[in-house]
RNA sequence: GCGCCCGUAGCUCAGUUGGAUAGAGCGUUUGGCUACGAACCAAAAGGCCGGAGGUUCGAAUCCUUCCGGGCGCACCA
């Protein structure tokens, strides 16, 4: 069924062939042709903007040039007529009867694959993740469900930061706050919802941080210990770090979202792994010792190496006047291991096996009960999924790539940013969180830990989970309580995937519940309806679907002709999608598809139809649609459920 | 001050990389269920694409400039 798209796709290109061959011998012009779909499928399938790029080079009207391509070019194949529209279009109508006959094709090579790695997720292990943490999870893994759907052989990192302030912080305030020892710790993260009992204990320290200059001192050597990895107040880091990853995971799966691989900030530490970068920078002069002004004896990176504008933008500093590296010289360090780069490896121990029996592994420091034979290093293309806030950092971290002699690896680290999730002032409300006048009259208010200001990621989806149930049981009674509950389930987490992907990464979303709430309109459980429909035809139905011999007079009807190419979308949809690295358009496409599929119910009846060869090809065209459906749903990481 | 992002229907957003009459969803108004399940469909109303210049056959899209909003610009991560 997938040959039809690829019959698409190679029209296309045998359509740019044909004409750029034209174009040259006709008029000596080599031009980018453009193959455009119509503004209304009246027009034809597709359609041809040449004769207005012509027109500038041959100085003559669109309109006559388009006649003069018209009446002169030769015959192509799948292509039944063409014609001038408008001041200079040219429309082309495909041979449908040819199209049709072509879907005995055999299916094409699977494109050539090229080993990437994407980073998502990465949260602070220091509490509970969030609805922005959801963001970032929920466009990384739908893209490298795409990536993979592309043929790309992908790896997938979390990067876990177990030995940052962040950590410290929340052990400043069991130990120094709360007098809480090693011992009382190890029984208190075995308590339900321990991540959240973390959120508000970080928010709290956060706030005492502002009038205890004791505390702030508490946090240094805090923070000290779990960066030398010795000691009562390190093993209680490690503790609090390990539990609220072990949460973060359980978040994500609840999402479908796995890893491959969790680097850890302690493993780069305790390998050295910046030590050997700093040799590198030393030495191909990317960085230098900074003699005078503020930044006396620190090791810098000049800011002409990653600001094109400015000659006078400051620079930048990798490694403290006291001999400490910052953030930013060990993220130049990891982005070097991720393309291996750096002539050094983790170990790997196995960390937990999925429901589904994928592996995950966790880095080590030791060759000790770590699996031997693997590694997650020496990618060609990496993508770091990172909210738009750090893209300062990240061209830091690229300038370091090119100043190390290394511009191929440079050009291949994409900065996947996105900007950030806010709150509407009026769901702040609805949370009960008190707002000043003039965050009251903003559009949209940010969120942060450090205030505990947020809404935390399972309370999100629980919320989701019975709002779901609700509408499933008032629908469903005569159905098993446990079928409904898991039937809610796959209708919340595709309400709540569906709104995280429909707005384009540079958008602002400004988080309301009511929005997020809803299941009508463009929301996942309108894709997920669609299938569900599609899939009780068939059902429904008493012979299996298979596409009839003779199809002239129904791909006549020009309705069921326009249903049909409707359906068969896909493969290009997600070609663009990836080539624009944007999921949102993946996640539109699912619904224009949907929507297609809605007419096509609404309009044809396919159980009761009386002619037999057109209720074949309905119930044929069925089971297309809810092939694709299905298949573009699991792309955005949404499953169909068994009804609705 | 410098850099990046955003400004499109009442609201929330798309806009296939410069193409034909600018599209969806929500909301509003109206019509459609003894059902392949109405979490749906059909229709209507709703637009100086922030303003002004420019580039060209053609601009929501590219350039310049102004206005308005957001985010960055640490020896924090």
């Avoid at 490298?144 to 876990?160: D, K, P, S």
Wanted: net charge negative; glycine share 6%.
């Amino acid at each position: 069924m997938l040959y039809l798209q690829i019959v698409l796709l190679h029209l296309e290109s045998r359509i740019v062939a044909a004409v750029s061959q034209h174009v040259l011998i006709r008029y000596g012009l080599s031009i980018p042709i453009t193959v455009e779909q119509p503004r209304q499928a009246s027009f034809g399938e597709f359609a041809l903007p040449t004769a207005f790029q012509l027109a500038r080079d041959l100085k003559k009207a669109p309109r006559a040039i388009a006649q003069e391509l018209v009446a002169e070019l030769p015959e192509i194949p799948g292509i039944q007529s063409l014609e001038v529209a408008g001041n200079g279009y040219i429309n082309l109508r495909l041979d449908r009867e040819a199209f049709a006959a072509a879907i005995a094709l055999p299916p094409p090579p699977p494109p050539p694959a090229g080993r990437v790695l994407i980073e998502h997720t990465s949260i602070n292990p220091n509490k509970a993740a969030h609805i922005g943490h959801l963001r970032n999870a929920i466009l990384g893994d739908t893209f490298v469900r795409m990536l993979r759907a592309g043929g790309r052989q992908v790896n997938v990192q979390n990067y876990i930061d177990n030995t940052g302030v962040q950590v410290a912080d929340v052990v400043v305030g069991f130990h120094f706050l709360e007098g809480r020892s090693l011992a009382d710790l190890r029984t208190l993260v075995e308590t339900p919802r321990f991540d959240y009992l973390c959120w508000d204990l970080y928010a709290k320290v956060s706030q005492t941080y502002a009038t205890d200059e004791a505390l702030k001192a508490r946090r240094a050597e805090t923070l000290h210990a779990i960066e030398a990895g010795h000691g009562e107040l390190a093993e209680m880091g490690a503790l609090v770090a390990d539990k609220i990853v072990g949460y973060h995971l359980d978040t994500m799966l609840r999402l479908g979202i796995v890893y491959d691989a969790l680097p850890r900030e302690s493993e780069i530490l305790h390998l050295h792994f910046w030590a050997a970068a700093f040799e590198l920078l030393k030495e191909r002069k990317a960085i230098y010792l900074e003699s005078e002004g503020k930044n006396r004896g620190c090791w810098v990176m000049p800011g002409s190496a990653f600001s094109e504008h400015r000659e006078d933008e400051d620079s930048k500093v990798i490694v403290r006047s006291n001999g400490i590296v910052t953030y930013v010289g060990k993220d130049i360090a990891y982005q070097m291991w991720k393309f291996g780069l750096l002539g050094r490896d983790f170990y790997y121990r196995h960390l937990r096996t999925y429901p589904d029996g994928h592996p995950l592994y966790v880095t080590a420091s030791t060759p000790e009960g770590a699996t031997p034979g693997i590694s997650f290093s020496g990618n060609e293309r990496v993508y770091n999924v990172i909210d738009s806030r750090q893209s300062y950092l990240q061209d830091v971290v690229q300038a370091g790539l090119r100043a190390l002699g290394h511009p191929q690896e440079a050009a291949n680290s994409i900065h996947f940013s996105y900007e950030m999730v806010a709150l509407t002032p009026r769901t702040c409300g609805e949370l009960g969180i008190e707002l000043t006048d003039e965050d009251r009259a903003r559009p949209y208010v940010e969120v942060s830990g450090r205030k505990g200001l947020g809404v935390k990621a399972d309370d999100l989806i629980d919320k989701l989970i019975a709002a779901a149930q609700r509408e499933v049981d008032s629908r469903n009674e005569h159905e098993p309580a446990e079928v409904r509950r898991q039937v809610a389930e796959t209708i919340a987490i595709g309400a709540l995937r569906y709104f995280m992907l429909k707005f384009t990464r540079p958008t602002v979303i400004a988080f309301d519940f009511q929005e997020a709430l809803s299941f009508t309109g463009e929301t996942g459980p309108y894709i997920q309806y669609a299938a569900v429909r599609a899939g009780k035809i068939l059902a429904k139905a008493d012979s299996t679907p298979a596409l009839p011999a003779d199809l002239g007079p129904v791909l006549a009807d020009e309705e069921l002709w326009q249903s049909l190419l409707a359906a068969f979308r896909t493969d290009s949809a997600l070609a663009m999608a990836i080539q624009a690295d944007e999921p949102a358009h993946m996640a539109r496409y699912a619904f224009q598809l949907a929507q297609a599929f809605s007419n096509f119910y609404q309009k044809f009846p396919v159980l009761t139809e009386t002619n037999p060869t057109k209720r074949d090809f309905l119930l044929w065209l069925t089971a297309a649609y809810r092939a694709e459906l299905v298949r573009t749903l699991n792309l955005l990481g949404i499953a169909v459920p068994v009804f609705m």
